[in-house]
T-cell receptor
Framework: EDQVTQSPEALRLQEGESSSLNCSYTVSGLRGLFWYRQDPGKGPEFLFTLYSAGEEKEKERLKATLTKKESFLHITAPKPEDSATYLCAVQARSNDYKLSFGAGTTVTVRA | DTGVSQNPRHKITKRGQNVTFRCDPISEHNRLYWYRQTLGQGPEFLTYFQNEAQLEKSRLLSDRFSAERPKGSFSTLEIQRTEQGDSAMYLC?????????????FGPGTRLTVT
């Protein structure tokens, strides 16, 4: 069964203090790895899809990278509005419908 | 707003009652998914539709749960004889399955509390 482990569980940052979130995964043939942002009481908001090792995607202060075993979400010079839970999910090549999620990393950015 | 919408946003019910949730996907999307999320966990897949056909159901979906997507548009998720363990956020997502991209776009969720 597909497994996704995210670390750390929680991250407290000072505004401007860059950091990285980790997503380790086990899947029998990766179709895609997805990053989502979730604010309290809301649904996940799509950020990135990565399909192959070595791929990188950027959006504002966020950059996602992918290796054969893990993905990193780098937050550069974060602002308080970057505070959220960041979820990682994988989809196996054996299916084209189910996302298997990790438990998320809750990021708090203090001004 | 052209995103996924869900109603109601919150539902409080007593154990043993039936509840029904509605999801309206992004209009051009042909796939619709239901997930369940409990506090501190990521969403867990329940079931999905391609157009009006329900193609897969998770073993998490007990026989008290039923989902429909008549005419391939909106979907409903019904829970019969609710139990306290059903308390969770129920999320709906949709996607355009075109063979090239697999992103799923989520709605705001329905928070169910069973007392």
């Amino acid at each position: 069964e597909d497994q996704v482990t995210q670390s750390p569980e929680a991250l407290r940052l000072q505004e401007g203090e860059s950091s990285s979130l980790n997503c380790s995964y086990t899947v029998s043939g990766l179709r895609g790895l997805f990053w989502y942002r979730q604010d309290p009481g809301k649904g996940p908001e799509f950020l990135f899809t990565l399909y192959s090792a070595g791929e990188e995607k950027e959006k504002e202060r966020l950059k996602a990278t992918l290796t054969k075993k893990e993905s990193f979400l780098h937050i550069t010079a974060p602002k308080p509005e970057d505070s959220a839970t960041y979820l990682c999910a994988v989809q196996a090549r054996s299916n084209d419908y189910k996302l298997s999620f990790g438990a998320g990393t809750t990021v708090t950015v203090r001004a | 707003d052209t995103g996924v919408s869900q109603n109601p946003r919150h539902k409080i019910t007593k154990r043993g009652q039936n509840v029904t949730f509605r999801c309206d996907p992004i209009s051009e999307h042909n796939r619709l998914y239901w997930y369940r999320q409990t506090l501190g966990q990521g969403p867990e897949f329940l079931t999905y539709f391609q157009n009006e056909a329900q193609l897969e159901k998770s073993r998490l979906l007990s026989d008290r749960f039923s989902a429909e997507r008549p005419k391939g548009s909106f979907s409903t998720l019904e829970i019969q004889r609710t139990e306290q363990g059903d308390s969770a956020m129920y999320l709906c997502a949709s996607s355009l399955f075109s063979g090239g991209s697999y992103e799923q776009y989520f709605g705001p969720g329905t928070r169910l509390t069973v007392t």
